[in-house]
């Protein structure tokens, strides 16, 4: 009996003692981040003879450790997002830097010069306005390029430490399929919570799920499935240079013991923090770049064809006001040629630039397709087809499709081959890289070219009215840098045809040859040289048009000449300054010309800083939403694998006393003992 109870009361005495170890464990970790709390826990032995075999194990919730995880995940994400969004909308939403204001004090200083176009410094108020806004334009530019600098290199951070953690989480398996090779050497739990540590860190920076190995191995994988810690092996996250683009950076998985075994990763659905950045620069970063270059194209390439339709101060047409970039398409690695194509916007036509990057292929020896990408970067439905009689080299402009709308693009295509792919970005750099093109303030054109006049002997009180000018390029106009050709015009009214009853104008040129006959059904007599027989119209041919109001009477005589000495004139100033409110940007590459396709400079503008202030309330939101979520979480998984105190020093209170009874049956042990010795003496 005495053996017995002395079997039983050691039993006991060294379970209690491994109790308070294992308590007092629990209290000494209280502050040591990742410690999940213990508990040891016996089973009766057989026949009552004291306790049995005991077991330390963590506790731990594995459902509440997969939402933590998931949660520590959402959160990373939001908080890198908007982090990086605050910059940006701290950066449109400061005054200073509105480029709208810019825009609103250039066209104020254009109807400034309107008022009083024979003042020299009124035009040359236009001319440093001007200057002044291409430096915002740049100054914006420069700043949204560094931002996405700053992402390449976070990222490139961020790829080094998801690495570490790969290669500690792959260590600490080896580590504990190790130690669980014998029943001799159980795996030291402090190893299963530093593994687990280093598994919720990587969930920071990129979605995962893991599976448990019949080893005993964390086996983890990215949330869209890839592999990162196999059995005995690992993967490393790749950062690269993008292609064709370096200044992106595309994601690739390598397998740490054989460098062939690749895995190429989508930049959508990464998750964390790395997620965060990849899908920053694609949502917004490469956005706003894209429409600040095709705001400034668009709103410099408006200028520059206005200007060339009205007269300077020193008499001569108007030429360009800027200096719009040329841009080198980025060529494909795999591509079969060194071939090279150059991109800039067609004059006249940047109203049709859609704010897209572009993929050009060479499908066959003369022909190459032009497709507008979205925002990640994949073709979308928008694509035109060209084709070069004579092969490449070659040039193609709106002229070479079928719809006269080549995205506002005007191509130079080298010697390529058939496969060859670059993709094109002609607003990436655009509004950093326009300059002007004339800072002297005469080259302002504010005149009118045309002026029409009517006879003193005319019988009727017809007019000229509403002309308008086309074009004054010498190639397909009437126009020479200070004159018309053949110039001036004489426009006679015949009367009424007495068969066709039509009303009949004979247009004539300085030697009385005839040009053309316009003839109008009604007395309405609008676009008289859009009215004559064609194609091509007078209209077309000579590059201008005009209306004829009042009632005219047979004879009378209407001249169009060159606005010679026009200098109080601001025909033309007031075209230009009306482009403040036209509809000339576009929207997106679908087709062009529909009304809800086109903006005008402000609502584009503000349609952009819209667009950064939306996302970033959205990254607020979220941000707030998430932490609060993984507060959540965080409580629920520490309710269990968190040390509580006031348990812990309950359970030392209840452990001290049974030590202390285990101890007493000991004592008593021995007492049964000395007094059976005594008994036999």
Known sequence: MADSLLNIGKSAVLANSRLLNTTGNNIANINTPGYVRQRTTFVAEQFGLGVGQGTTERLVNEFAQKQLRRDTTNAAYSSQYLAEANRLDALFSNAANSIATGMNNLFQQIQTA??????????????????????????MSTLI????????????????????????????????????STSSRPVPLDLLDRRDGAILKLSEYLEIQTLD???GEKLVFMGSGQALVVERGEFNLLSLRGEPDPIDRNLRLTLNSNAAVTVELSAQGVGGKIGALTDYRLQVVKPVQNQLGQLALSLADSMN??????????????????????????????????????????????????????????????TITVTALDEFGRPTSNSKTLVSATGFPATFSAADTADSDLFGLKLQVGSVLPADKFVLKPLNAAARSMQMASNRAEDVALAGPLRGE????????????????????????AFTSSSLINGPYTVTYQGQDSISNEFVFRITDASNTLLGEARFNTNNFNNVLDNTAGPPTLKESLGFDFNLT??????????????????????????IAALQNAALVRRSPAPFGTAVNQYSFNQSYATMVGNIGERTRQARTADEANNAILEQSTLWYESLSGVNLDEEAADLVRFQQSYAAAAKIL???????????????
């Open 667 to 681: 004592a008593t042990s021995q007492t049964i003992f000395d007094t059976l010795l005594q008994a036999v003496r």
């Open 145 to 180: 390029a560094d931002q996405e600098q700053f992402l390449n290199q976070q990222m490139d951070v961020y790829v080094s430490e998801v690495n570490d953690l790969i290669s500690q989480i792959s260590s600490y398996n080896n580590d504990i399929v190790s130690y669980g």
């Open 114 to 139: 309107n008022n009083d176009p024979t003042q020299l410094s009124n035009r040359q108020l236009v001319i440093g306005t001007s200057q002044s806004l291409l430096d915002q334009f740049n100054s």
């Open 454 to 477: 009517f006879m003193s002997t005319n019988l009727g009180n017809g007019r000229v009215e509403g002309l308008k000018v086309l074009s004054t390029d010498p190639a397909s106009s």
């Open 550 to 575: 009042g009632v005219p009477r047979p004879g009378d005589t209407f001249t169009i000449a060159f606005n010679s000495n026009g200098f109080n004139d601001n025909r033309n100033g007031l075209d």
């Open 213 to 215: 190995s019949a080893s």
């Open 305 to 366: 064809t206005q200007n060339k339709l009205g007269l300077t101060l020193n008499g001569t047409l108007g030429q360009d006001l800027f200096r719009l970039p040329v841009a080198q398409g980025l060529a494909f690695a795999s591509n079969p040629s060194n071939g090279r194509v150059n991109v800039e916007i067609e004059a006249g036509r940047a109203n049709q630039l859609p704010p897209n990057d572009f993929l050009l292929e060479v499908i066959d020896a003369n």
